[in-house]
């Protein structure tokens, strides 16, 4: 049984940084994909960040491209999302995914997706 398991996340000002953890178990993702999504009130979720499981090439959307940084520990089977130059519009809950395809297809389609954690609430105040 697969489980991912979130830490992490809460409260920052603008510019700020935030660490977000995902411990999966029952799933090594190495021959798979990892991402983040994130989801606003009122909002669509959506992609920010994925981890290719066997190439570990990275994607990550506009909106956060050289502000967020997603990396992986296969020691402890943990996907981090480092979360820098926080800004007010990050403000989001934020879930860890992990599906057993390749991320370069339909990389932000979230039903593409086969596990989700349970949700981690990112908060950025100006």
């Known amino acids: 049984q697969v489980q991912l398991v979130q830490s992490g996340g809460g409260s920052v000002q603008a510019g700020g940084s935030l660490r977000l953890s995902c411990a999966a178990s029952?799933?090594?993702?190495?021959?798979?994909?990892m991402g983040w999504f994130r989801q606003a009130p009122g909002k669509e979720r959506e992609g920010v960040a994925a981890?290719?499981?066997?190439?570990?090439?990275?994607y990550y959307s506009n909106s956060v491209k050289g502000r967020f940084t997603i990396v992986k520990d296969n020691g402890r089977n943990t996907l981090y999302l480092q979360i820098d130059s926080a800004k007010p519009e990050d403000t989001a809950m934020y879930y860890c995914?992990?599906?057993?395809?390749?991320?370069?297809?339909?990389?932000?389609?979230?039903?593409?997706?086969?596990?989700w954690g349970q949700g981690t609430q990112v908060t950025v105040s100006s």
């Open positions: 995914a992990a599906r057993r395809s390749l991320c370069f297809v339909s990389t932000w389609d979230s039903q593409m997706y086969n596990y």
């Open positions: 029952g799933y090594t993702g190495s021959d798979g994909c």
């Open positions: 981890l290719s499981g066997s190439s570990y090439n990275t």
